[in-house]
């Protein structure tokens, strides 16, 4: 049995640090928007007990991959449950990944791979975890992990595992990678990004909007990502997504858009940028194969 399963990514539409916990990790708050543009994961059982990932990325070890972590850390989580882990097929498997979403983009694509990962590994073990079993499993993997598994675009608090389902008004995004990778940590450990950013309601971010405060930073770090913002800035508000490196701008129309896209991929060659044009959806394509 073969299950093939995209991995969707996600726009930061704000990014507000509201502090930091005694452990490092940051509390934010932030809105998460789910677009039609994705990686696809295909899962294989095998006769053995491996856990095979092909093609391998480059510069990022097999340990290190999401999606390996996520395999495992589900697996071992169904061992430790000796009420249930005699009755289990954790049967080998063959994942084979294409990869679309840039990576060090600020779109959550190891992220969503991982989520993605709990999602169909859960179905092809039968190990009927619930969401929550696997939202917990996640956020160790990455805190913004369970909104990919919960599949609903979302208001986010806390790191990011706070979450609230949020219908958005459907929009179009152009958005640029520009060409460099923008490292997360690095981000979060500078002195210069400013933590105490006052806490807001739903409703006054819909009434007023929000920034990114790690926006600044970037740019002043990498002026791969400056370049792009003061271009896109040009024709439309243009916004950094997480910890970068993706600049994006809302349309409420495809057609302009791709207008846009036109223009931005003149650019394009010579600056290394990569660009597109992705739908804002409210949920993920996931959620569609399961409720059939």
């Known amino acids: 049995m073969t299950l093939s399963l995209p991995a969707p990514a996600k726009l930061n539409l704000f990014l507000h640090i509201t502090g930091r916990r005694a452990d490092g990790y940051h509390e934010l708050q932030t809105l998460f928007q789910l677009i039609d543009y994705s990686d696809t994961l295909h899962f294989s059982r095998r006769e053995d007990a491996t856990i095979a990932l092909t093609p391998a990325i480059a510069g990022v070890a097999y340990d290190d991959n999401l999606i390996i972590k996520a ?5 071992n989580y169904m061992l430790s449950k000796p009420a249930t882990s005699n009755k289990l097929d954790l049967s080998g498997i063959d994942i084979q990944l294409e990869k679309k979403l840039p990576i060090g983009g600020g779109l959550g694509g190891g992220s969503s791979n991982a ?6 590994l859960n179905h092809l073990w039968k190990a009927g975890l619930n969401n929550k079993e696997l939202c917990d499993i996640g956020v160790g993997l990455g805190a913004d992990v369970p909104v990919f598994i919960n599949g609903y675009s979302a208001w986010a608090e806390g790191i990011g595992e706070k979450l609230q389902p949020i219908e958005l008004t459907q929009q179009w995004y152009l958005i640029i990678k520009p060409n460099c990778h923008v490292s997360t940590v690095d ?13 807001i309601k739903v409703a006054l971010f819909f009434e007023q909007g929000g920034k990114n405060d790690c926006q600044n930073v970037v740019c002043q770090a990498y002026p791969e990502v400056k370049k792009a913002i003061d271009w896109l ?3 439309s508000d243009a916004k950094l997504t997480g910890t970068g490196a993706c600049v994006f701008a809302a349309f409420s129309n495809e057609n302009d858009a791709k207008a846009l896209l036109e223009k931005a991929s003149m650019l394009a060659k010579d600056n290394g ?20």
């Open 187 to 199: 981000v979060f450990s500078r002195e210069e990004l400013t933590r105490d950013t006052l806490a």
């Open 71 to 75: 395999a495992l850390a589900l697996k």
């Open 233 to 235: 800035s040009k024709f």
């Open 273 to 292: 940028w990569i660009c597109f044009v992705a739908r804002g959806i409210n949920q993920s394509p996931i959620m569609s194969f399961f409720n059939k």
């Open 115 to 120: 989520a993605t990962t709990l999602v169909a």
